[in-house]
């Protein structure tokens, strides 16, 4: 069933959320039905493992990658982040070498305390570094964030003092969910094959 009618409304879900992986997948798989067609999908995962909040992206990165997936390429792992200082680059490596890149931004952030562990899907670019007042590019046709902690003062000492395992649930959700989301919309026959190729890797690392 196509979402247009909601597709622009923002979904916001606790990762502690029954079921939260369908309802992210439904989203997701939705919205990559309805704008992404035959265009090549570009994830680019934004942060750096030097702080623990911020490592939410390079973390689902290399989850990602672990697939070896030739549906979708990643930029932004914990071995070679995406941060403030190469992600203007990345961003021309990535207009230079795909036609007309589907991109979804992934990216922690800060939020209310009553936010916190909650992600989030919308329409529209991630925009790094706003929460720590740096004026970086924003990334991608949509994107996906996770509240790692609370924001309005001392926001570096707050993403470097995030508990890791906050951290490492919402990469295990956003990675299973992403990752189901982009199977989904492939045509059949190459989903059929994706699937089975990654059951093996994928089984007993995410919640169902």
Same mark, same amino acid.
């Given at each position: 069933?196509?979402?247009?009618?909601?597709?622009?409304?923002?979904?916001?879900? &606790? #990762?502690t959320e029954l079921n939260v992986v369908g309802i992210l997948v439904n989203r997701l798989s939705a919205i990559l039905d309805e704008m992404s067609g035959d265009r090549?999908?570009?994830?680019?995962?934004?942060?750096?493992?030097?702080?623990?909040?911020?490592?939410?992206? &390079?973390?689902? %990165?290399t989850s990602l990658a672990k #697939?070896?997936?030739?549906?979708?390429?990643? #930029? %932004?792992?914990?071995?070679? &982040?995406?941060?403030?200082?190469?992600?203007?680059?990345?961003?021309? +490596?990535?207009?230079?070498?795909? +036609?007309?890149?589907?991109?979804? %931004?992934?990216?922690? *952030?800060?939020g209310q305390v009553s936010s916190i562990g909650s992600i989030q899907v919308g329409m529209g670019p991630v925009r790094p570094g706003a929460g720590v007042n740096k004026e970086l590019p924003p990334v991608g046709d949509i994107h996906i964030t996770g509240i790692v902690n609370v924001g309005g003062f001392m926001e570096y000492f707050v993403l470097q003092n995030t508990r890791l395992h906050l951290v490492m649930k919402?990469?295990?959700?956003?990675? *299973?969910?992403?990752?189901?989301?982009?199977?989904n919309s492939t045509p059949i026959h190459?989903?059929?094959?994706?699937?089975?190729?990654?059951?093996?890797?994928?089984?007993?690392?995410f919640p169902q």
């Open positions: 069933m196509k979402l247009s009618f909601t597709k622009d409304i923002p979904l916001k879900v &606790p #990762y090549p999908i570009v994830i680019v995962c934004i942060g750096t493992d030097r702080s623990t909040g911020d490592s939410l992206g &390079p973390i689902i %990165g #697939y070896q997936s030739p549906h979708f390429s990643i #930029y %932004g792992t914990l071995e070679e &982040p995406v941060h403030a200082m190469n992600l203007e680059d990345t961003l021309l +490596h990535i207009n230079r070498n795909f +036609h007309k890149p589907f991109v979804i %931004g992934i990216d922690a *952030c800060l919402m990469a295990d959700i956003i990675s *299973c969910s992403l990752f189901s989301a982009v199977v190459s989903r059929t094959r994706e699937h089975a190729a990654s059951l093996e890797n994928a089984r007993g690392r």
